[in-house]
C-alpha cells in the first residue's frame, strides 16, 4: 500500500471515528498532495509525499515557536497535535551518528574536498535521505565532513 492510500484510509477512519481534530490534519495533507499533483500535472510517489510531510511539519514548528513567543499556548497546543499526526507518515529518522556516517560515506564517493564542493554533496544526500533525516541536521554534517 502507498503512501497516499494509507493517508486517504486514515481519512476514512478519522472521519467514521469523529476524530475532528485528526480528520482536519489529514484533510490539509491531502489537500497539499492535490495541489502539487495538479500543479506540476503528476501522480505523487512515496518520496513527494514525505517532501510535502516534511513541508508541512516544518511550517508547524515555525508556527509553534512563533505562538510561544506570543504567548498563544492555544494555538501552539492545536499545531502540536497536528505535528504529532503528520510524523505517523514519515518514515523512522536517522540519528546524528547516521546521519554522519551516511555523509562521510557519500563524500567519500565523490571524492568531494572542500566546502566548494558542497552543493554536489548536498544533492547526492538529498537524494538519497530524503524523507529519513532532518535536512538541517544533514546539513550541518556535510559542512562538518568537507571542513574537516
Known sequence: MSLKERI???????????????LGTIRLLTAAMKQKEVDERVELDDVAVIGI????????KDSIEAFEKAGRQDLADKEKSEVTVLQAYLPARLSADEVAAEVKAIVAELGAKGPGDMGKVMGAVKSKLAGKADMGLVSAAVKAALAG
Open 8 to 22: 486517504t484510509d486514515d481519512m476514512k477512519a478519522a472521519m467514521r471515528a469523529k476524530d475532528a481534530e485528526r
Open 53 to 60: 510531510v516534511d513541508k508541512m511539519l516544518k511550517q508547524r
